[in-house]
């Protein structure tokens, strides 16, 4: 009914014989009551429009300003094997112990050897160094070969400081939130290529280890649980499975990994450590051995 009114308003002007001017016939539209509710209407929502993007904006500035460890994740996340010492230093800052990766865990000589830099991208040089980072909620190993990032590892020391575990710019969880079964096989990856597990007089340790290929760009990756990361309430650990895993190892040496001894351990356990290396040469070597690695958990962080 309103709509016809408006329209038989603007045909009687029509008809008069003279024709508006523009002004009067704005004027009169815009007095309907018709278009006096929609612009009412109108308005309305441009108000509530307004109001929902500041109350959101402010709720977004709020979940930022309470997160303590946003600078702490967004420090953690570009990390990437290839970078110079530099740019992890950029990220992290100097690094609190610095030594020969041989002399402060045992690892095959050949690791050492000029061969071992002699592939892929990286130059032959010095042997390979490794370089630890303490943050306020993290420890950072990271292994250089020459100039290099060869392979890290980042271990939480805090039940509340969860990174996200990534691998190739996939998002596999947050640290200390899933569990190893969680994390591989998930997003298309498999299982774990090689796996060590030491539960010892000290705190347990454990490491496990995808290898590289071709479909990975030869990087590999790896999860764990390190003794000096966070092993507290809310981090699952099963004890029970993990002693069954350390003694079916230690039975067969020489079989690397059975996923289905693993699985109830994996299923039940949640890792502190995730990480990646260059699978190149004989550090690539080195870093696909999962008690190598886990060797590298167990070792001193100050040195």
């Not at 009169?28 to 278009?35: E, G, Q």
Request: proline content about 7%; some cysteine; charged content about 20%.
């Amino acid at each position: 009914m309103h709509t016809g009114a408006v329209t038989r308003g603007i045909g009687a002007a029509r008809g008069s014989g003279r024709a508006p001017s523009a002004a009067a016939w704005l004027a009169r539209v815009r007095k309907h009551p018709l278009v006096v509710v929609l612009a009412a209407i109108a308005a309305a929502g441009t108000v509530v429009g307004i109001v929902f993007g500041v109350l959101s904006g402010v709720a977004r500035a709020a979940r930022e300003d309470t997160d303590p460890y946003r600078t702490e994740y967004a420090a953690l996340a570009p990390l990437r094997v290839g970078v110079p010492p530099e740019y992890v230093e950029s990220l992290l800052g100097d690094p609190d112990s610095v030594g020969t990766l041989c002399a402060v865990t045992s690892c095959p000589a050949e690791t050492e050897a000029p061969a071992a830099v002699a592939l892929g991208t990286y130059a032959p040089t010095a042997p390979a160094t490794l370089h630890v980072y303490l943050g306020d909620h993290s420890i950072v190993r990271t292994v250089f070969q020459g100039r290099r990032l060869a392979g890290y590892l980042v271990t939480t020391t805090s039940r509340d400081f969860a990174p996200a575990i990534t691998w190739l710019g996939v998002d596999l969880g947050r640290l200390g939130r899933v569990t190893f079964a969680d994390v591989l096989p998930s997003n298309g990856a498999p299982e774990p290529s090689d796996a060590s597990v030491l539960i010892g007089r000290r705190m347990p340790s454990y490491a496990e280890v995808l290898m590289g290929g071709g479909a990975s760009r030869y990087e590999g990756f790896l999860l764990g649980s390190a003794p000096v990361g966070y092993t507290g309430p809310g981090l699952e650990w099963d004890v029970e499975a993990a002693r069954e895993f350390e003694s079916w190892q230690t039975g067969n040496p020489d079989r690397g990994l059975d996923s289905d001894v693993a699985r109830p351990f994996r299923e039940g356990s949640m890792p502190n450590t995730f990480g990646a290396f260059r699978d190149e040469g004989p550090l690539g070597a080195y870093f696909r051995d999962a008690e190598n690695v886990r060797a590298l958990l167990d070792s001193a962080v100050e040195f």
